[in-house]
C-alpha cells in the first residue's frame, strides 16, 4: 500500500498504515510488511503460504520533527513449508529491520556517518539521536571499517610527525613485579604531504622502531612511489627512514644557494653581535635541511595541520581512555575528503562571479584567475632523484 505518507517515511519494505498523536505529544506509526520477500524462510529461501500468527515490534529510526516518533510494525508469524529445513516457523524481515532488531539501518548508518564524517563525538551523537554510546560507538566501527580498509593511495611527499596523546599508562608484571610500559603518550603520524590522501596511518610511539613497524607493513610498491619525506627536528625518525626506505639526496645545482650563504655567513661573521653569530652557527648547523626545502619545496606544514584537527578531536572528546579507539577516530576525521565539518562551503565559479558583481555594483566586470594546470614543477627533480629527507626546524608537536 502506497500512500503519502508511506512516500513522506521513505522506509524500504513497510508501508504506514495510520498514524496518531498520543497525549505526551509522541507520534504512533503504524507500519504493515509491503516488501513480498519477508515472507521468504531466511534459512532455506522457501517462501512460506501459511501464516502462524501475528506479532508487533517496534523499532526505533531517525527523529522527525520536534516530537518523538514510535513505530509499530504489525507483522506475521509464517511457518516455514519445507519439511527438512531447521527452522520451523519465522517472523517476517527486511533489509532495514532485519529479526530481533530494535533500529532500523539507516538510524545505525546515521549513527556511524555522524562520528566519521561530521566530527561529532560518540556521546553527542547519542545524545542527538537518542542511542546509548555502545551502539553508537559500533556503528561508528562499522562505518569506519571503509575507511581503514581501502587500500593507501599513491604518495610522492611522505610527512612524518608525532602528536602527544595524554599520559604513559603502566603496569606492573604480577610475576617479575616490575614496571612495564603498555601505553606511550606518544602517536606517530604519517600524512600524505602533497596529496589529499590525508593522515595515512598513525602507531603509538615515536622511536624509530614504531616508525620501521608501520612501514613494514605497508606494500613495497606503494613505498617505492614515495620521492621526499618532509619531517621535523627528529634523529629518530631520520634513521628510520634512511634504514628502511635507502634514501638519497638530490643532486640539483646550488651554486646560487650556496653564494647567498656565503654572503649571510660573512656578513654575521662581520656584525661583532653575539646573537647574530648564534643564529649563523645555527643556520650552517641545519643547513642541508634548509637547502632540501629549498631545492623542492616542500614541508611538513600538512603534518602539523592534522596534527591540530587530532588535538581537536581529543578536546571535544575530553580525552581519550583507549588508544586504539583514538587512532581511529583521528584517521577518520582527517582521512575523509568530504569534511564538512572543517571547511565552509566552497561557491561555485559562476555563482562566486554573481556574488561578486553583486557585491561591486552594476557594471562590474569580475575575472577569476586559477592556477594553471599541468605538470608538477618537481616532476623531472622527482623523477632523477629517489628521496629527500626534510629535517626541519620547527615546533613539535
Same mark, same amino acid.
Given at each position: 500500500?502506497?500512500?503519502?505518507?508511506?512516500?513522506?517515511?521513505?522506509?524500504?519494505?513497510?508501508?504506514? *498504515?495510520?498514524?496518531?498523536?498520543?497525549?505526551?505529544?509522541? =507520534?504512533?506509526?503504524?507500519?504493515?510488511?509491503?516488501?513480498?520477500?519477508?515472507?521468504?524462510?531466511?534459512?532455506?529461501?522457501? @517462501?512460506?503460504?501459511?501464516?502462524?500468527?501475528?506479532?508487533?515490534?517496534?523499532?526505533?529510526?531517525?527523529?522527525?520533527?520536534?516530537?518523538?516518533?514510535? @513505530?509499530?510494525?504489525?507483522?506475521?508469524?509464517?511457518?516455514?513449508?519445507?519439511?527438512?529445513?531447521?527452522?520451523?516457523?519465522?517472523?517476517?524481515?527486511?533489509?532495514?529491520?532485519?529479526?530481533?532488531?530494535?533500529?532500523?539501518?539507516?538510524?545505525?548508518?546515521?549513527?556511524?556517518?555522524?562520528?566519521?564524517?561530521?566530527?561529532?563525538?560518540?556521546?553527542?551523537?547519542?545524545?542527538?539521536?537518542?542511542?546509548?554510546?555502545?551502539?553508537?560507538?559500533?556503528? @561508528?566501527?562499522?562505518?569506519?571499517?571503509?575507511?581503514?580498509?581501502?587500500?593507501?593511495?599513491?604518495?610522492?611527499?611522505?610527512? *612524518?610527525?608525532?602528536?602527544?596523546?595524554?599520559?604513559?599508562?603502566?603496569?606492573?608484571?604480577?610475576?617479575?613485579?616490575?614496571?612495564?610500559?603498555?601505553?606511550?603518550?606518544?602517536?606517530?603520524?604519517?600524512?600524505? %604531504?602533497?596529496?589529499?590522501?590525508?593522515?595515512?596511518?598513525?602507531?603509538?610511539?615515536?622511536?624509530?622502531?614504531?616508525?620501521?613497524?608501520?612501514?613494514?607493513?605497508?606494500?613495497?610498491?606503494?613505498?617505492?612511489?614515495?620521492?621526499?619525506? %618532509?619531517?621535523?627536528?627528529?634523529?629518530?625518525?631520520?634513521?628510520?627512514?634512511?634504514?628502511?626506505?635507502?634514501?638519497?639526496?638530490?643532486?640539483?645545482?646550488?651554486?646560487?644557494?650556496?653564494?647567498? =650563504?656565503?654572503?649571510?655567513?660573512?656578513?654575521?661573521?662581520?656584525?661583532?653581535?653575539?646573537?647574530?653569530?648564534?643564529?649563523?652557527?645555527?643556520?650552517?648547523?641545519?643547513?642541508?635541511?634548509?637547502?632540501?626545502?629549498?631545492?623542492?619545496?616542500?614541508?611538513?606544514?600538512?603534518?602539523?595541520? *592534522?596534527?591540530?584537527?587530532?588535538?581537536?578531536?581529543?578536546?571535544?572528546?575530553?580525552?581519550?581512555?583507549?588508544?586504539?579507539?583514538?587512532?581511529?577516530?583521528?584517521?577518520?576525521?582527517?582521512?575523509?575528503?568530504?569534511?564538512?565539518?572543517?571547511?565552509?562551503?566552497?561557491?561555485? =565559479?559562476?555563482?562566486?562571479?554573481?556574488?561578486?558583481?553583486?557585491?561591486?555594483?552594476?557594471?562590474?566586470?569580475?575575472?577569476?584567475?586559477?592556477?594553471?594546470?599541468?605538470?608538477?614543477?618537481?616532476?623531472?627533480?622527482?623523477?632523477?632523484?629517489?628521496?629527500?629527507?626534510?629535517?626541519?626546524?620547527?615546533?613539535?608537536?
Amino acid at each position: 500500500m502506497v500512500n503519502d505518507t508511506t512516500l513522506l517515511l521513505d522506509l524500504d519494505g513497510v508501508s504506514v *498504515i495510520r498514524v496518531e498523536r498520543l497525549e505526551n505529544g509522541t =507520534r504512533r506509526v503504524h507500519l504493515a510488511t509491503a516488501d513480498t520477500s519477508a515472507r521468504a524462510c531466511p534459512v532455506c529461501g522457501v @517462501f512460506a503460504s501459511r501464516v502462524k500468527g501475528a506479532a508487533t515490534t517496534r523499532p526505533r529510526d531517525l527523529p522527525y520533527g520536534e516530537h518523538p516518533l514510535e @513505530f509499530l510494525w504489525h507483522k506475521r508469524r509464517w511457518w516455514c513449508r519445507e519439511a527438512s529445513c531447521p527452522r520451523k516457523s519465522f517472523t517476517e524481515q527486511i533489509p532495514q529491520i532485519p529479526a530481533g532488531a530494535r533500529l532500523t539501518e539507516r538510524l545505525r548508518c546515521a549513527a556511524g556517518r555522524q562520528v566519521r564524517d561530521a566530527g561529532s563525538t560518540v556521546v553527542q551523537a547519542a545524545r542527538d539521536l537518542g542511542l546509548s554510546w555502545p551502539v553508537v560507538m559500533d556503528a @561508528f566501527r562499522t562505518a569506519a571499517a571503509t575507511v581503514t580498509e581501502a587500500p593507501l593511495p599513491e604518495v610522492s611527499v611522505l610527512g *612524518i610527525d608525532e602528536t602527544r596523546r595524554g599520559r604513559t599508562c603502566w603496569e606492573q608484571d604480577p610475576d617479575t613485579g616490575k614496571w612495564q610500559l603498555t601505553r606511550d603518550r606518544w602517536h606517530t603520524g604519517f600524512v600524505d %604531504a602533497l596529496g589529499t590522501g590525508g593522515l595515512l596511518g598513525q602507531v603509538e610511539g615515536r622511536t624509530a622502531a614504531d616508525v620501521l613497524a608501520w612501514l613494514s607493513t605497508t606494500p613495497l610498491t606503494w613505498r617505492k612511489t614515495i620521492h621526499h619525506v %618532509a619531517i621535523d627536528m627528529s634523529a629518530t625518525y631520520r634513521a628510520a627512514i634512511r634504514t628502511l626506505l635507502a634514501l638519497a639526496r638530490t643532486g640539483a645545482d646550488r651554486e646560487q644557494v650556496r653564494h647567498a =650563504r656565503w654572503k649571510f655567513l660573512t656578513w654575521c661573521a662581520d656584525s661583532d653581535i653575539p646573537e647574530v653569530r648564534t643564529l649563523a652557527a645555527t643556520v650552517d648547523r641545519l643547513w642541508p635541511e634548509i637547502a632540501a626545502f629549498i631545492d623542492t619545496g616542500h614541508s611538513n606544514a600538512k603534518s602539523e595541520g *592534522i596534527n591540530r584537527v587530532i588535538k581537536l578531536v581529543a578536546r571535544n572528546a575530553f580525552g581519550f581512555r583507549n588508544a586504539d579507539s583514538q587512532r581511529l577516530r583521528t584517521r577518520c576525521v582527517t582521512t575523509r575528503r568530504a569534511r564538512g565539518h572543517l571547511r565552509t562551503a566552497q561557491l561555485r =565559479r559562476p555563482a562566486l562571479r554573481w556574488a561578486m558583481r553583486a557585491s561591486l555594483g552594476p557594471g562590474a566586470d569580475v575575472a577569476i584567475h586559477t592556477e594553471p594546470e599541468g605538470p608538477h614543477p618537481f616532476q623531472d627533480l622527482l623523477a632523477e632523484t629517489c628521496i629527500t629527507v626534510h629535517n626541519l626546524p620547527g615546533q613539535n608537536t
